[in-house]
């Protein structure tokens, strides 16, 4: 069960956001299936639970990709966009 909730997630992020955040994301997944683990009385694996939480890492590392670029950058991106909304 595990083995299938991990493969379907790395298969989306690979699919969504390539294979470097799929590697990535992999590393999280594996932390925090570790780290669920060694919670005091956690007796079984709640896979979803792992997914979830991994899933917020990668949301966290693209949101802060986002904010890296410079303001413009940003302003080079939506020039023109004033001329297509009339």
Known sequence: MAEREFWA???AVKELHGPEQAQLSAVDWLD???SMD???GSTSRHWRSVTIA???RLANR???RSHDR???EGVVSYEGIADTIV
Do not use: R, T, V
């Open 54 to 56: 991994a899933s917020a």
């Open 32 to 34: 925090e299936l570790e």
């Open 38 to 40: 060694s919670k005091p």
């Open 70 to 72: 410079s303001f413009d």
């Open 9 to 11: 997630f790395i298969s």
């Open 62 to 64: 693209l949101d802060g």
